[in-house]
Structures are given as structure tokens and as C-alpha cells.
């Protein structure tokens, strides 16, 4: 119909399909709020991107509120094809309704959205070392896959032995590149001061970004779409660490923490 744009344009951008793979520290740490504002700032930009969450158990509010930002161009099947009622870890939660995911068709679920975007985003579920299916986790279902991998963590106190956790798990995976993002909080604490450079200090090469606390309701589509053009710069940076789709942006070697009292503290006493 004229006039009415369910995709983002592709015209102006070569085929060069890539994938980005978004896990976490810990579950709650704002894995889909990431998700969600990289691919309403991509779409925003004329990229064909998509996002996933193939895994989901309790609800699928995570899987509905992604669709919503992709036009819903994708079912809610297809954006999540393994959801089981329980809220647990999806193998816990597949037994009780006498299901399993194997490892095969969990790859096929993803592999089969690929062609129809320039850029897949793909969310995993709680942890990298979650159990999804009889021998095999987050990290082994992720490693069947080409694509850096965002690291998402939550700014609070012990954010640096889960993080530090996961991204040596991750580093195991064989990843070209692992990009972390610190989601703040409303936690103020010397913790939360220092969390981002003792990382960035901590897990080089790996870029470390931040982004600010959204409010209470960060998981709303409204929040996000506001926020998504208000840190357009920032998610700029993020995207362009990874993907190369976008000119112009920084380096990998990008950071984004303002807080002189931070550095000043790891810096040390002076003499």
C-alpha cells in the first residue's frame, strides 16, 4: 500500500548479512532492553535488521515487545519459537511440559531468519551458561553461530565477578570481538562508580559502554523509543564497534564513562 512502510529500507545498503548475538551476566540485566533500542536505531537508519529471542519461559513479553519495534513483520512464532509456561531454565521448564529443544533445531530456528535481514539480532536467555536443551547451554548454541557478541551487565554491586565470568566463558567461544554494555541502575555506590573502568581495565581489548538508567519502566515500548533517539549517539558507537554497517562511527577502543571520581579512585594515591 502507498505510504505505508512495514520495513526498513535496504536500497542504500549493500547485502552483507551479519549477526549480532546479545547475552548476559545474569538474567534481569537488561539484555532486551539492549536489543530493542539497537534495532529501533538501526531500522531508524534505513538498515534491514531483525531481532530474535528464540528462548523464553514464564512469558513472552520480552518476544512481543521486540516485535512491536520490527513492525511485526515477523510472527511471534518465528521472533520465538521455544517458550514454555514455567519460569525457569528453558531444559527445567521444556521437561515439565515433556518437550526438548535439540541443539540442531534450536541453530535452524535462527539460521532460517537470516535471509530475510541485512542484520540479525539474536537474544539469548538469562545467563551464557544457561541449560537450554540435554547437553548444551547459551555458550554452545551461541558458538554455532558467526557474529560478536554483546555482553549485557548491570551496574551493581558484584557486576564485575559475573562479568568478569561470563566474558572469560565467552572468550572460550572463539569471538572475534566481545562488546560489554553496562546498563546503569539506580543503585549510587563506590561500586557502581568504578564498575565501568575496573572492566574496561579488566577485559581488554573489549570495548566498554554504558548506558543511562531508563527509569522504572525501561521495558516499555514509549521509554524506548524515546531513549533510543535520545542515546542515538551512543548506540551509534555500539552498533558501529560491531557491525561496520554505519560510517562515521568511533573505534573499537570506544568508551563512554564521564566519572572523574571514578578514574581519580583507580588511579590511586598520589606518591
Not at 528462548?55 to 511485526?72: C, I, P, W, Y
Not at 572492566?199 to 559502554?209: A, D, I, K, N, T
Amino acid at each position: 500500500m502507498p505510504g505505508k512502510n512495514t520495513k526498513a529500507s535496504t536500497k542504500s545498503w549493500p547485502v552483507r548479512r551479519r549477526k549480532l548475538l546479545i547475552t548476559g551476566s545474569d538474567t534481569g540485566v537488561g539484555k532486551t532492553v539492549l536489543t530493542a533500542l539497537l534495532l529501533d536505531h538501526l531500522r531508524s537508519k534505513g538498515l534491514h535488521a531483525l531481532a530474535l529471542k528464540p528462548f523464553a519461559t514464564g512469558d513472552r513479553a520480552d518476544a512481543v515487545l521486540l516485535n512491536s519495534f520490527q513492525d511485526e513483520e515477523l510472527s511471534l512464532a518465528e521472533v520465538n519459537p521455544f517458550f514454555f509456561p514455567a519460569p525457569a531454565a528453558p531444559l527445567v521448564a521444556a521437561r515439565l511440559v515433556h518437550q526438548t529443544v535439540s541443539l540442531p533445531k534450536a541453530r535452524r530456528a535462527v539460521e532460517s531468519m537470516h535471509k530475510r535481514c541485512e542484520l540479525l539480532l539474536v537474544e539469548g536467555v538469562g545467563g551464557l551458561l544457561v541449560p537450554l536443551g540435554p547437553a548444551y547451554t547459551v555458550l554452545d548454541w551461541m558458538r554455532c553461530f558467526e557474529g560478536d557478541l554483546f555482553l549485557v551487565v548491570r551496574n551493581r554491586l558484584g557486576a564485575l565477578n559475573h562479568t568478569l565470568l561470563t566474558w572469560r566463558a565467552a572468550q572460550d567461544m572463539g569471538r572475534r570481538r566481545i562488546v560489554i554494555v553496562l546498563m546503569e541502575s539506580a543503585e549510587h555506590s563506590l561500586a557502581t562508580r568504578t564498575n565501568g573502568r575496573v572492566l574496561r581495565e579488566c577485559c581488554r581489548p573489549s570495548p566498554v559502554f554504558s548506558l543511562p538508567f531508563l527509569g522504572e519502566n525501561a521495558s516499555s515500548r514509549e521509554v524506548l523509543k524515546k531513549s533510543a533517539k535520545k542515546f542515538s549517539k551512543t548506540l551509534a558507537q555500539i552498533a558501529g564497534v560491531s557491525s561496520g554497517f554505519l560510517g562515521g562511527l568511533r573505534s573499537a577502543g570506544a568508551e563512554h564513562f564521564p566519572r572523574s571520581s571514578a578514574s581519580n579512585w583507580l588511579a590511586g594515591p598520589a606518591g
